[in-house]
């Protein structure tokens, strides 16, 4: 049996492959760059969470379906239990910690506190990325939009209203 060949990636760049022990691993997270020793199976939420003391995306189903480790990977909305953190090597992942600005909370922020668009707050990082992403996408034109962009993301205390109400505020402001 032969040793694996390299891996083409979509861009037409040849990787070496890793593993399946730990490889080095060099991530940009907030503008940070941050060189990790993890096994490339490793979620990038597990990374976050674990390796960087990072611990505002939650660890809620950890099967992508509730919405509540939701980050933003080169500005695109991601699941991070279910992205690899080898994946996002040379892309620039932002979490809820890196919305906000020089101390000043983001306006979604805000929002989410002005509206009340939170109970027991575990799900709240998750919705604020996707709703600062859902306007950034264009797609909070009205209340039937926000639900249908949103859906992605359950707050199991049902404060859909309020967090509708925040994005509206939001996207009024912009």
């Known amino acids: 049996m032969s040793a694996p060949g390299p891996t083409v990636t979509q861009r037409g760049a040849v990787l070496a492959e890793r593993g399946p022990g730990p490889v080095r691993v060099r991530l940009s997270v907030n503008g940070a760059e941050h060189t990790l020793d993890i096994e490339p199976r490793v979620s990038l939420l597990d990374a976050l969470r674990e390796r960087l003391d990072l611990t505002g995306a939650k660890k809620g189903c950890d099967q992508g379906t509730c919405g509540a480790c939701t980050v933003w990977v080169d500005g695109r909305r991601a699941l991070a239990c279910l992205t690899l953190a080898i994946s996002c090597e040379g892309r620039e992942v932002t979490t809820v ?18 509206e009340d668009a939170f109970q027991c707050g575990y799900c709240t990082p998750g919705q604020i990325m996707s709703a600062v992403a859902l306007i950034e996408e264009g797609h909070a034109g009205d209340d039937a939009e926000i639900k249908e962009w949103m859906s992605g993301n359950i707050c199991r205390c049902a404060a859909y209203p309020n967090i509708r109400a925040a994005i509206r505020a939001v996207r009024d402001h912009t």
């Open 97 to 114: 910690e890196g919305l906000a600005e020089e101390g000043e909370l983001h306006e979604m922020q805000r929002a989410f506190i002005a």
